[in-house]
């Protein structure tokens, strides 16, 4: 599943390394803090799980609540 991470497929679907990196920081808080997977975690670690999620389109940023990222956390929203 990391092998995700070495293609461009997942920068471009949300539009910037930047952003990729703020959404999983910000999904992974959330998995911390005791949110569902929104898919099946098989044994795998949280990361896998987030990217998993991205490319299943389950979660992603918001964009109404955030048409520039100026804060990681205040402006993410996860959709699911």
């Known amino acids: 599943m990391i092998e995700a991470l ?6 471009h679907k949300l539009g910037g390394r930047f952003k990729l990196c703020a959404l ?10 005791g949110a569902r997977p929104l898919v099946e975690r098989n044994g795998r670690s949280d990361l896998e799980v987030i990217i998993d999620e991205i490319l299943q389109g389950k979660i ?3 964009r109404e609540k955030s048409p520039g990222i100026t804060a990681a956390g205040k ?6």
Do not use: F
């Open 60 to 62: 992603t940023i918001d």
């Open 24 to 33: 999983v920081q910000h999904r992974w808080v959330e998995l911390i803090q």
């Open 75 to 80: 402006a993410l929203g996860v959709d699911g």
């Open 6 to 11: 070495k293609s461009d497929e997942i920068v």
